[in-house]
């Protein structure tokens, strides 16, 4: 079963530090997706991106934070200069279609950052 | 009013019971609905899509309420592997589209 692939499973950084984190959405997907849900909270929106570029983004996805699409695989998520409220579970997250099935999205395992 | 509210549990419930859980959401004009399942630290999964005529899957049945703005998931014959959190998820359309997540109700299935 194709699956979303997400790495590094755990991630340790001083605050401060750059972070990239990557994704492997499915194969045949369009759209393409980073949550982050901090422990015990609940699953927030980072970005959405379409055809090469952001479609959506929330008050989260701040300068700080920036996306691309490098190889026509990997999807991957910067934290430029990251702060100790940035340790969370970032969840990266493909879906085939929009419309309608909007919402039905496939997620990766997630990256666990800890910022100290 | 938040915009998609679920009860945070915990339900606690004997094997073999059957529990519902209720979600509401504040935006009329929402156009889709979603239950997701999430274990303990790990990523959500999509449990069903909820249909307007409602639909079922198994033990799993997810009904849509639109006069009174709420979907619900019954579980049925509850199993132990059934304890998770699930996640009500709704998407609006229209000039801002998203998605807009539930904090979870939490279920414990006991033997």
């Known amino acids: 079963e194709p699956e979303v692939t997400q790495t590094p499973s755990h991630q340790v950084t001083q605050m401060g530090q750059e972070v990239i984190l990557r994704c492997v959405p499915i194969?045949?997907?369009?759209?393409f997706y980073w949550y982050r849900q901090i422990l015990g909270q609940k699953v927030e929106f980072l970005v959405s991106?379409?055809?090469?570029?952001?479609?959506?983004k929330s008050e989260i996805f701040d300068d700080q934070f920036s996306v691309e699409r490098p190889d026509g695989s990997n999807f991957t998520l910067k934290i430029r200069s990251t702060k100790l409220e940035d340790s969370a579970m970032y969840f990266c997250a493909s879906s085939e279609s929009a419309g309608a099935r909007t919402g039905e999205l496939f997620f990766g395992e997630g990256s666990r950052l800890t910022v100290l | 009013r938040k915009e998609v509210e679920q009860d945070p549990g915990p339900f606690n419930v004997p094997e073999g019971a059957t529990v519902a859980f209720n979600c509401t959401y504040s935006n009329s004009a929402s156009q889709s609905f979603f239950w997701y399942r999430q274990d303990c630290r790990k990523e959500p999964k999509l449990l069903m899509s909820v249909y307007s005529s409602g639909n079922e899957d198994g033990r799993f049945t997810a009904q849509l309420n639109r006069a009174s703005q709420y979907i619900s998931l019954l579980i049925r014959d509850s199993k132990l592997s059934d304890s998770a959190t699930y996640l009500c998820v709704v998407f609006n359309a229209g000039n801002n589209r998203k998605l807009i997540w539930g904090l979870g109700t939490s279920l414990a299935v006991n033997p």
């Open positions: 194969s045949n997907h369009l759209y």
């Open positions: 991106f379409y055809n090469n570029e952001i479609s959506e």
